[in-house]
């Protein structure tokens, strides 16, 4: 264990994160009672002293025999038995406006078909903007905020569930109860691409066009290492000159010696 917690003091503090006040950390459970560990992980991480825990922490409190609601399960917090799920209760009246974190090369989807959970049971929306963009941010460094006309939806028989004062969910929110920011047209990668030509580009003119110097690269050695090759040629080929000039010679002097 960590410096300032010990075993107890670990285990009462994990309790209040994922059982009694989840969703102060943008937690939820889904009905089976289940909780993806890397949700957990990266609410943990936003606190500098509880940034140590890892699976093998919540499997040492078991293994002292102190309890805690859940367990780690093949990458899963489960709730035990004795710890039955909480009930997330729709409301008639919820917010008029909420928010979504989006990623900005995921929100082509989501705007012709509109929301819907993936690998949860729900979609986590967020009471305000500051809140959506803090939870974002632990999958994505620059997520955008989408803002979701929840009294709308839920008018049109859409439920919005309140999970905590600041956090909602819905089993899905149609695509014209999305407001997305205004973006760039150009996407991050192309930007990105863009940039590394124009470096590349740059780079090159500015050997062009440096004046007094010899900068050596890979077409010069090509060069040099073609004319060795010819070089090598034109030698073996004056030397086979020479060679049949001396033959020649030698024949001569033997006719006239006989």
Same mark, same amino acid.
């Given at each position: ?28 459970? &889904?009905? +089976?009672?289940?909780? =993806? ?43 035990? &038995?004795?710890?039955?799920? !909480? ?8 917010? @008029? ?44 460094? @620059? =997520? ?20 905590? =004062? ?8 149609? !695509? &014209? ?7 760039? @047209? ?14 590349? @580009? ?6 062009? #066009? ?6 050596? %690269?890979?077409?010069?050695? &090509?060069?040099? #290492? ?17 060679? +049949? ?8 002097? %033997?006719?006239?010696?006989?």
């Amino acid at each position: 264990m960590a410096g300032r917690y010990n075993p107890k003091t670990l285990a009462r503090t994990l309790t209040y994160v994922g059982y009694h006040s989840p969703a102060e950390f943008g937690l939820f459970w &889904d009905p +089976d009672g289940s909780m =993806p560990w890397k949700e957990f992980y990266w609410a943990l991480q936003e606190d500098p002293s509880l940034r140590f825990v890892r699976e093998g922490h919540l499997k040492e409190l078991a293994f002292l025999g102190i309890q805690i609601p859940f367990r780690v399960q093949a990458g899963f917090l489960r709730l035990k &038995d004795e710890f039955p799920p !909480p009930q997330y209760p729709s409301i008639p009246s919820p917010p @008029e406006r909420l928010f979504y974190p989006c990623r900005q090369r995921h929100s082509a989807f989501p705007r012709e078909h509109g929301l819907s959970p993936t690998s949860r049971s729900f979609i986590p929306l967020f009471a305000e903007k500051d809140f959506a963009m803090a939870i974002g941010k632990r999958r994505h460094a @620059e =997520p955008i905020i989408v803002e979701v006309l929840s009294g709308k939806a839920s008018a049109r028989g859409f439920p919005v569930l309140q999970a905590g =004062p600041a956090l909602y969910l819905m089993y899905a929110v149609p !695509p &014209d109860c999305l407001v997305f920011p205004r973006l760039r @047209e150009d996407h991050p990668q192309d930007i990105h691409e863009k940039k590394q030509h124009n470096k590349k @580009e740059s780079s090159t003119k500015k050997e062009a #066009q440096t004046p007094g110097s010899f900068i050596l %690269n890979i077409s010069h050695l &090509d060069e040099l #290492q073609r004319d060795r090759v010819s070089q090598k040629e034109r030698s073996g080929k004056k030397r086979d000159k020479e060679s +049949d000039w001396k033959r020649a010679s030698r024949k001569e002097r %033997n006719k006239r010696t006989l």
